[in-house]
Protein backbone atom coordinates (compact mmCIF):
# COMPACT_ATOMS: atom_id res chain seq x y z
CA UNK A 1 0.00 0.00 0.00
CA UNK A 2 1.27 3.43 -0.75
CA UNK A 3 1.03 5.62 1.71
CA UNK A 4 2.55 9.04 3.76
CA UNK A 5 2.92 8.55 7.41
CA UNK A 6 3.25 12.05 9.45
CA UNK A 7 4.78 12.91 12.79
CA UNK A 8 6.45 15.17 15.00
CA UNK A 9 2.36 17.43 15.67
CA UNK A 10 1.89 18.15 19.80
CA UNK A 11 1.27 20.69 21.63
CA UNK A 12 4.05 23.83 21.48
CA UNK A 13 3.72 27.63 23.31
CA UNK A 14 3.58 30.36 21.84
CA UNK A 15 7.06 31.58 20.08
CA UNK A 16 8.24 27.68 19.95
CA UNK A 17 9.20 25.20 17.23
CA UNK A 18 8.25 21.71 16.16
CA UNK A 19 9.47 19.75 13.41
CA UNK A 20 7.28 17.73 11.24
CA UNK A 21 8.45 14.59 9.40
CA UNK A 22 6.49 12.82 6.72
CA UNK A 23 7.97 9.26 5.91
CA UNK A 24 7.02 7.73 2.24
CA UNK A 25 7.14 3.98 0.87
CA UNK A 26 6.24 2.12 -2.24
CA UNK A 27 6.69 5.03 -4.11
CA UNK A 28 9.65 6.46 -6.68
CA UNK A 29 10.17 9.37 -4.08
CA UNK A 30 12.00 11.51 -6.11
CA UNK A 31 9.61 12.28 -8.89
CA UNK A 32 7.12 13.98 -6.56
CA UNK A 33 6.15 17.29 -6.10
CA UNK A 34 5.82 16.94 -2.05
CA UNK A 35 4.09 19.55 0.00
CA UNK A 36 2.68 20.09 3.72
CA UNK A 37 -1.08 21.53 4.07
CA UNK A 38 -3.07 22.54 7.18
CA UNK A 39 -6.58 22.47 8.04
CA UNK A 40 -7.79 24.79 11.05
CA UNK A 41 -11.15 24.26 12.92
CA UNK A 42 -13.53 25.84 10.08
CA UNK A 43 -11.26 26.30 7.64
CA UNK A 44 -10.46 25.02 3.96
CA UNK A 45 -7.07 23.43 3.58
CA UNK A 46 -4.07 25.50 2.50
CA UNK A 47 -0.81 25.23 1.32
CA UNK A 48 1.70 25.76 3.63
CA UNK A 49 4.67 24.88 1.95
CA UNK A 50 5.81 22.74 -1.51
CA UNK A 51 9.22 21.39 -2.85
CA UNK A 52 9.43 20.01 -5.95
CA UNK A 53 11.63 17.37 -7.51
CA UNK A 54 14.74 20.30 -8.16
CA UNK A 55 14.57 21.46 -4.50
CA UNK A 56 12.57 24.71 -5.61
CA UNK A 57 10.46 25.66 -2.79
CA UNK A 58 7.16 27.53 -2.20
CA UNK A 59 5.61 28.95 0.97
CA UNK A 60 2.55 30.43 1.65
CA UNK A 61 2.93 34.24 2.85
CA UNK A 62 1.56 33.47 6.03
CA UNK A 63 4.66 30.76 7.20
CA UNK A 64 6.96 32.56 5.27
CA UNK A 65 10.16 33.38 6.72
CA UNK A 66 9.35 31.04 9.90
CA UNK A 67 8.87 27.44 8.46
CA UNK A 68 11.52 25.85 6.02
CA UNK A 69 10.24 22.68 3.97
CA UNK A 70 12.99 19.85 2.68
CA UNK A 71 13.13 16.80 1.81
CA UNK A 72 15.42 13.63 1.96
CA UNK A 73 15.04 11.63 -0.96
CA UNK A 74 17.39 8.82 -0.02
CA UNK A 75 14.86 8.40 3.10
CA UNK A 76 11.98 9.47 1.17
CA UNK A 77 11.06 11.92 3.82
CA UNK A 78 10.02 15.23 3.80
CA UNK A 79 10.15 17.73 6.77
CA UNK A 80 8.80 20.89 7.71
CA UNK A 81 10.87 22.88 10.19
CA UNK A 82 8.08 25.31 12.08
CA UNK A 83 9.81 28.18 14.21
CA UNK A 84 8.03 31.51 16.01
CA UNK A 85 4.88 29.27 16.15
CA UNK A 86 1.93 31.68 17.14
CA UNK A 87 -1.86 30.24 17.99
CA UNK A 88 -2.96 30.56 14.19
CA UNK A 89 -0.41 28.27 13.44
CA UNK A 90 -2.89 25.31 15.16
CA UNK A 91 -3.94 23.00 12.77
CA UNK A 92 -4.27 19.42 11.69
CA UNK A 93 -0.86 19.48 9.36
CA UNK A 94 -0.90 16.99 6.10
CA UNK A 95 1.76 15.56 4.39
CA UNK A 96 0.93 15.63 0.21
CA UNK A 97 2.91 13.87 -2.80
CA UNK A 98 1.98 14.52 -6.23
CA UNK A 99 3.57 13.25 -9.61
CA UNK A 100 1.48 13.40 -12.91
CA UNK A 101 -2.32 12.20 -12.20
CA UNK A 102 -1.47 10.96 -8.64
CA UNK A 103 -2.25 12.33 -5.06
CA UNK A 104 -0.71 10.55 -2.35
CA UNK A 105 -2.16 12.41 1.37
CA UNK A 106 -0.94 11.68 4.57
CA UNK A 107 -3.38 10.68 7.32
CA UNK A 108 -2.42 14.33 9.49
CA UNK A 109 -0.57 15.49 12.40
CA UNK A 110 -1.95 17.90 15.14
CA UNK A 111 -0.62 20.55 15.47
CA UNK A 112 -1.71 22.99 18.68
CA UNK A 113 0.04 26.07 19.72
CA UNK A 114 -1.08 27.60 23.10
CA UNK A 115 -0.05 28.39 26.42
Known amino acids: QVQLVESGGGLVQPGGSLRLSCAASRIVFDRYTVAWYRQAPGKQRELVAS???????NYSDSVKGRFTISRDNAEKSVYLQMNSLNPEDTAVYYC?????????WGQGTQVTVSS
Open 51 to 57: IDRAGNT
Open 96 to 104: NAHWSVIDI
